[in-house]
């Protein structure tokens, strides 16, 4: 028998703390504002407590999905968390996750595919549901905590990075609908382009790591060319819905790393498509990372924007250089 794996649950969840560009802008010293919010598209976002972490929103995040899946925590079987900002550099958060929300009957594992790492999982998960019996409720989190990472003198990073988790439930069903086809790329000459580059065994943490505060903070230590994401999503876009045997112009909504306005309306301009269909959140939540697709995706969906049997479209990229793409047949 045939099994597809849709998404039957969405949730997302952002910590109480929230800065606006005002406010960043009387921190910094000058005036933000001008770029932030009409070049990049962010106006506010929001960052943990002292007493917060990754764990935490992920957690909340995936308490919401299970609930809007009208499922409980032990009926979960697998729990994958997409992640670049860990608890702990071991072991895995998705653990902790686990222990948290009391899925007793879970597996679960960490991706690391920097802000690809959401929809890079999600196609893990479709995989693991379609060729494997045993599961049947798969619990996808992206979580983004990098905040703790920020330097507060580097106007590159600190101005555009937040905190937030979006989750999803995927489930086994025998009628058609769901995840139709994805595509992943991935190239490594770009992997000292942006990251956190101290902490692992390249280079642990050392004193005069931590006195030079460089390499213990997320850096762009150079610039990724403007045709990565602009040439790159209309590319992978293109061949992940040819791979689903669908046409553009049939897909209702359009998700992309939210990390630049001015890039995805490009794209959407280079798809010769309306920037109506692609939903965007960094205005009130800023750079999520990981977690911003599916943010966007539950956004999206309590907005009433995606109705069932929509065709949806989830395109990712992050350091590294990872990339991902997705298409699904809304189930909800």
């Given at each position: 028998?045939t099994?597809?794996a849709?998404i039957?649950?969405?949730?997302?969840?952002?910590?109480?703390k929230?800065?606006?560009?005002?406010d960043?802008?009387q921190?910094?010293?000058?005036?933000?504002?001008?770029?932030?919010?009409q070049?990049?598209?962010?106006?506010?976002?929001?960052?943990?407590?002292?007493k917060e972490?990754?764990t935490d929103?992920?957690?909340e995040?995936?308490r919401?999905?299970i609930?809007m899946a009208?499922l409980k925590?032990e009926?979960i079987?697998l729990?994958i968390l997409?992640t670049?900002?860990?608890?702990y550099?071991s072991?895995a958060t998705s653990t902790i996750?686990q222990?948290c929300l009391?899925a007793?009957n879970?597996?679960?594992?960490?991706v690391?595919c920097a802000?690809?790492?959401?929809?890079?999982a999600?196609?893990?998960?479709?995989?693991?549901?379609?060729?494997?019996?045993?599961?049947?409720n798969?619990?996808?989190i992206?979580a983004y905590?990098?905040?703790k990472?920020l330097?507060?003198?580097d106007?590159?990073?600190?101005t555009?990075?937040a905190?937030g988790?979006?989750?999803?439930v995927?489930?086994a069903?025998?009628t058609p609908?769901?995840?139709?086809a994805s595509?992943?790329y991935a190239?490594?000459?770009?992997?000292n382009?942006?990251?956190?580059?101290a902490?692992?065994t390249?280079?642990?943490?050392t004193k005069?790591?931590?006195?030079e505060g460089?390499?213990n903070?997320v850096?762009?230590?150079?610039k990724?060319?403007?045709?990565?994401?602009?040439?790159?999503w209309?590319n992978?876009v293109?061949?992940?819905?040819?791979?689903a045997?669908?046409?553009?112009?049939?897909v209702k909504?359009?998700?992309?790393t939210q990390v630049?306005?001015?890039t995805?309306?490009?794209v959407?301009q280079?798809?010769?498509?309306?920037?109506s269909?692609?939903?965007t959140?960094?205005?009130?939540w800023?750079?999520t990372?990981?977690?911003?697709?599916?943010?966007?995706?539950?956004d999206?969906?309590?907005l009433?924007?995606?109705?069932?049997d929509?065709l949806?479209l989830?395109c990712a990229s992050g350091?590294?250089?990872?990339?991902?793409?997705?298409v699904f047949r809304w189930?909800?």
């Open positions: 028998m099994r597809y849709k039957v649950g969405t949730g997302s969840y952002v910590p109480e929230m800065l606006t560009n005002d960043l802008s921190m910094l010293g000058e005036d933000i504002n001008t770029f932030v919010s070049v990049v598209g962010i106006e506010r976002r929001h960052f943990c407590s002292d972490n990754t929103l992920a957690v995040a995936g919401r999905a609930k009208n925590a009926d079987d729990i997409a670049d900002t860990p608890a550099i072991p996750v222990y009391g007793k879970a597996g679960s594992f960490d690391n802000c690809a790492g959401f929809v890079t999600l196609k893990t998960a479709a995989t693991y549901i379609m060729g494997d019996p045993e599961y049947k798969i619990l996808v992206g905590a990098m905040s990472y330097d507060w003198d106007k590159k990073t600190c555009i990075f905190d988790a979006g989750a999803v995927l489930q069903s025998d609908g769901g995840y139709l595509k992943l190239d490594g000459q770009y992997h382009y942006l990251g956190i580059f902490g692992g390249a280079m642990p943490i005069n790591v931590l006195r460089k390499h903070k850096r762009f230590l150079q990724y060319p403007p045709e990565i994401n602009m040439e790159g209309p992978l293109k061949e992940t819905l040819k791979k045997n669908v046409d553009i112009k049939d909504q359009f998700f992309f630049n306005l001015s995805i309306k490009a959407m280079n798809l010769e498509l309306p920037m269909l692609a939903h959140i960094m205005g009130k800023g750079y990372g990981s977690a911003c697709i599916p943010m966007a995706l539950d999206a969906a309590t009433g924007k995606i109705q069932k929509d949806v989830m350091g590294g250089l990872n990339m991902a793409c997705a189930s909800i």
